[in-house]
């Protein structure tokens, strides 16, 4: 655990005064302190290209008062500087009255171990994995042009105290390992990207040599590419595989149930509670307590720990996902997805895991159902806009279905969609769900968090594809 | 306060001394202070205020061609000892690459102009909120807009870079921006719009009445969309998308892409990308320029670069590093692009819009569907169409889709050049595209 003060003229006891004093007419509000450690090794073009080590310091003090947040932050930990900032959010205040929420839910629950896993492998190792990535892929195959590959690691320790003294501390490690193949061929240039990762060591991730497993599927989604045709353009019926692509759930649902944007009624789902927003046999819900996911944690950045809150049971909208302040003015409770990417910001809102279930369907079922339309297997980003509920996401591969059978490639084409009525669309889910690799980071008002989803193959009746090919 | 070029020095020269005493060859550090104050609004009420002070420094360590680099916002000396000899340890188990260099001496910035990038005004946070409350009046008139949102951010920051080498130079810039976001609601749809000013002095920014009137007038024009059809067709990009290709142009000719083989336009220097009409220029001094530079991340002197001349691709935006493994000279990009612009074309908008009798006009594109390997892009988009020059009815949840080597080429650009972002652009038309719709 990481002690925030021992190097500073600031004792505990000076904290909890001043946190106290700051927030005593306010709803509510807190300091975070937050310690992180990071690295990122970077392989490219036959050479280690960067080796980085980094380590932040700072504290975020936040003070709530109906609507309103006033937020101060700096990476100086002294009295002086958080004097300021109590000085600071006071002016803001200067006007307002509440009545501090000191009540906050506990658990002795713990998603993952206080490791640092940057210590836990010595950089002449994590060294040799990339260069034998680099060999590996070369020696491969000789339509490999480059090869790029990655070692980030983090280990984020935060300390939140409160109103009156009650301080809730979390130690999360999280790593990510990725590869990026370039392939040519005849004047064709293709990249496959895959990568893994989670809170935990880096060899938990790398035993039994894994990593050529990562190399593997690079590899391969690069050269089902090499291939690809034009993809066409139109309305037509969508099977999405397992896995990752739930980040269509992510962008078209996910977002418009986080609480800020239904509070404040910009969101498309905001008078829908109670209501059917998706198809009979689709339940989505959002899990912060998967063991190790790169999306869970054991307290959010308000100190609520966080739990598996069900979105949309068999079709019906249940919940929203709640931080304290939303919770609060929307009558309702926290649900521990109050997150900050770091001290610089202020909470939200966020996704931890996002899951559809699984249906009993087969992906065979509803390939040979579909007589023109599109298979999508992996995709790269996708986005949303709130307001209007239309989302996007850009497939990385996918292939054209004919009359029930699996075609060609197609090239990379963006999908769009409508978020409220896509759910409806969806007419078959199947029995196979599979959580993502584990390297997803979710934007939202400029803060990325990790987070994971899962889901299992589904149909989707309708949907534009943005091919090229009318 | 921002941190002061004194103290900034003090701790730069701290880092390069300790660096060479523990052995380093060469060495070089950044370290900056930027402070930013923003109010935001939400239906002309205060919902937040956020005050930043963020330091930050980061330092490279050489052994010859070895190299590592560190990055912190902890600057007690003692805190940046520790890292300071991790990353030579790092260093110097690091192997070889014969392209790590400090720049050129010969090519590192000397005179460094006054662009007048710092504006010394404070507007204090009640200043701020008079500012929105107007701005926010003036969204709210109309009754289909049920939500508005607004901020003022002003931010000053102030850095040194320093070298081994002996450079050590550095500048304070400030920005003040001020957003506005809108949300429109009808029986049929919602939608949201926005506009924003950002500049370098207080004095330049838009009054707020008119950022708050063209958000709203905006985002009503865009209720009650329809899904239009696929088809190919002309399209006209609105300045704040066209800016894009720009973008991802830039991208496609920094030297990092080219030298790993990684961009479309890899082997294309000397070669016609675009109509002969078209000139892209990059000018870093421009005063007070939202992208301006006194000289790049690396210390490197840049000056005003032609990219593209009559449609030819004929410079890169090259860095120490990557113009080593290209045998080219940096041209202090190091960093990438800093005032991008296509200079003007010679149609004016309005004919622009009569160039066809339909065309589909973008006001807004999502997604991340651009691929600079292959050139190929697919993105969602929401706009208008336009009959015989007229605006008929807003568009939404349509995909466009092309390959920038056929789009490039067939870029169209309006004379309405204005220089409010650090990349502009005029408006665009691009013939032939794929639009996927119903």
Known sequence: MSNFFDKSDLSRKDVDEIVSETLKNCDDGEIYFENSKSESILLDDNKIKSSNYSSDLGFGFRAVSNEVVAYSHSNEISKDALKNSAKNLQSTLKSIKGTYNHEISKSNNKFYDDINPIEQKTLDAKLEVLNNVNDYLR????????????????????????????????????????????????????????????????????????????????????????????????????????????????????????????????????????????????????????????????IDDEGTPTERTVLIENGILKNFMQDRLNA?????????????????????????????????????????????????????????????????????????????????????????????????????VGNDMMM?????????????????????????DKMTVGGTKL | MIKDEEYLKSKASFCLDLAKKLGATDASVTVGNSISETVSFRNKVLDESNRSDSLAISIE???????????????????????????????????????????????????????????????ENDKKIDYLKELEETASIDKKIINTESGFTQNKSNFILANSDGFCNGYKS????????????????????????SKCHLNDISNPSELGKNAAEQTIKKLNPKKIGSDKLSIIFDKR????????????????????????????????????LIN?????????????????????????LKLVSDGVLINYLVDTYNGKKLKLKSNGRSGGSTNLYFENGNINYDDLLKSHSKILYVTETIGHGTNLVTGDYSVGANGFLIENGEFKYPVNEITIAGNFNEMFKNITL?????????????????????????
């Open chain 2, 414 to 438: 309006a004379n309405d050049l204005e220089f409010k972002y650090s990349v502009n652009s005029p408006t665009m038309m691009i013939d032939g595209m794929t639009v996927a719709g119903k």
């Open chain 1, 436 to 460: 993502d690799p584990g390297i997803g980071t979710c934007g939202k008002a400029g803060q990325g968090v990790p987070v994971g989803v899962a889901q299992p193959s589904i149909l989707i």
């Open chain 2, 280 to 304: 892209v220029i990059d000018k870093p001094d421009l005063i007070k320029g939202m992208g301006s530079k006194c000289f790049d991340s690396e210390g490197v002197r840049s000056d005003t």
């Open chain 2, 174 to 197: 400030s920005s003040f921006t001020a957003s506005c976001v809108a949300v429109a609601k009808n029986e049929n749809s919602m939608e949201r719009d926005y506009e924003f000013t």
């Open chain 2, 241 to 276: 998308i066209s800016k894009g290709f720009l973008s991802s142009f830039a991208g496609a000719i920094s030297a990092s892409a080219i030298a790993r083989g990684t961009s479309f336009l890899k082997d294309k220097l000397n070669q016609p990308i675009f109509s002969n």
């Open chain 1, 139 to 298: 020696k491969k195959d000789s339509t490999v042009k480059q090869v790029t590959a990655s070692f980030s690691g983090e280990q984020k320790s935060i300390e939140i105290i409160r109103s009156g003294g009650e301080a809730l501390t979390d130690v999360r490690p999280l790593i990510r390992f990725n590869v990026s193949v370039m392939l040519e061929k005849n004047g064709r240039k293709e990249t496959g990207v895959y990568g893994i990762g989670g809170r935990q060591s880096y060899d938990e991730y790398l035993k039994n040599d894994n990593w050529k497993n990562v190399c593997e599927e690079a590899l391969r989604i690069a050269t089902v590419n090499l291939d690809s045709k034009p993809a066409p353009a139109g309305e037509m019926k969508v099977v999405l595989g397992p896995g990752w692509p739930a980040i269509l759930i992510h962008e078209a649902i996910g977002h418009g149930l986080e609480g800020d944007f239904n509070r404040k009624k910009t969101s498309a789902f905001h008078d829908l509670m109670g209501q059917k927003v998706a198809s009979e046999g689709v339940t989505i819900v959002d899990d912060g307590t998967i063991d190790k996911r790169r999306g869970s944690l054991t």
């Open chain 1, 328 to 428: 609060r003015l929307m009558n309702t409770r926290s649900t521990g997805s109050g997150r900050r990417e770091s001290y610089k910001h202020i909470v939200l809102p966020r996704m931890r895991n996002t899951m559809m279930l699984s249906g009993n369907q087969t992906q065979d079922e509803m390939i040979k159902s579909v007589d023109k339309g599109i298979f999508a297997v992996s995709f790269g980003g996708g986005q949303v806009d709130i307001t209007s509920g239309k989302f996007v996401f850009n497939c990385t591969e996918a292939y054209e279905i004919n009359n029930g059978k699996i075609g060609s490639p197609i090239k990379g084409a963006t999908l769009i969609g409508d978020g409220p009525s896509i759910l409806k669309e969806v007419s078959m």
């Open chain 2, 61 to 123: 360590t050489y052994l010859g061609k070895k190299k590592s680099s560190i990055t912190s916002s902890n600057l007690l000396d003692e805190n940046l000892k520790t890292l300071i000899e991790k990353c030579f340890e790092t260093t110097k188990i690091t192997p070889d690459d014969e392209f790590n260099s400090l720049p050129d001496k010969d090519l590192l910035a000397k005179n460094i102009k006054d662009l007048n990038l710092y504006d010394q005004s404070h507007i």
